[in-house]
């Protein structure tokens, strides 16, 4: 069975921080998909990138940046320099290509970003 | 662009009362899922849907019941409400097997 491990359940860094948040993932298939998503305090769940087992390239998309390891089965979160508005709840999730696409959810990092 | 919403945005219901959650999606998406996230348990799969008329269980169906008569509909209903179904829900739909889920704004039932 797939298993998400957010062992991290709540980072207070303040501004300008740099901060990791780390996922570990387990799952007996060869082909699946990672995900991060956000949630503000406002509520809802947002989007924020969807790699594949066979793409390890490390991604960047702004201050966020994503560390792919299928030797270590982790998909780590970076936030360069921190803002206040980056506070939110981060959810790391998998996906396996036999299972109908349902993900399997970590149980959630709450980051504070404090001015 | 609507994307994915969800009714009512919050309701309190006496324990064994009975109600429906609507969701829709105006994307056009095969597969639709219902999760509820609970404080500390991450979201959690209830039912989902891999096309119009087919519904399947998830991690915790069990109270539960769905129907998918429409595409763009995904019907959640609670026959007899209990406390443990207490939680904010969440609807979420995907163009493909592999594709990215998309959630609505979510639902708030508290249960008395």
């Known amino acids: 069975a797939q298993k998400v491990t957010q062992a991290q359940t709540e980072i207070s860094v303040v501004e300008k921080e740099d901060v990791t948040l780390d996922c570990v993932y387990e799952?007996?298939?060869?082909?699946?998909?990672l995900f991060w998503y956000k949630q503000p305090p406002s509520g809802e769940l947002v989007f924020l990138i969807r790699?594949?087992?066979?793409?390890?390239q490390n991604e960047i998309s702004g201050r966020y940046s994503w560390n792919f390891q299928k030797s270590t089965s982790s998909f780590n979160f970076t936030i360069t320099a921190s803002q206040v508005v980056d506070s939110a709840v981060y959810f790391c999730?998998?996906?396996?290509?036999?299972?109908?696409?349902?993900?399997?959810f970590g149980k959630g990092t709450m980051l504070l970003v404090s001015p | 662009n609507a994307g994915v919403t969800q009714t009512p945005k919050f309701r309190v219901l006496k324990t064994g009362q009975s109600m429906t959650l609507l969701c829709a999606q105006d994307?056009?998406?095969?597969?639709m899922y219902w999760y509820r996230q609970d404080p500390g348990m991450g979201l959690r799969l209830i039912h989902y849907?891999?096309?119009?008329?087919?519904?399947a269980k998830g991690e915790v169906p069990d109270g539960y019941n769905v129907s998918r008569l429409k595409k763009q509909n995904f019907l959640l209903g609670l026959e007899s409400a209990a406390p443990s179904q207490t939680s904010v829900y969440f609807c979420?739909?995907?163009?493909?097997?592999?594709?990215?889920?998309?959630f609505g704004p979510g639902t708030r039932l508290l249960v008395l």
């Open positions: 999730a998998l996906s396996e290509v036999s299972g109908y696409s349902t993900l399997t």
């Open positions: 790699r594949n087992s066979f793409d390890e």
């Open positions: 979420a739909s995907s163009p493909a097997s592999v594709g990215t889920q998309y």
């Open positions: 799952t007996r298939d060869t082909t699946y998909y």
């Open positions: 849907s891999v096309g119009e008329g087919t519904t």
């Open positions: 994307m056009n998406h095969e597969y």
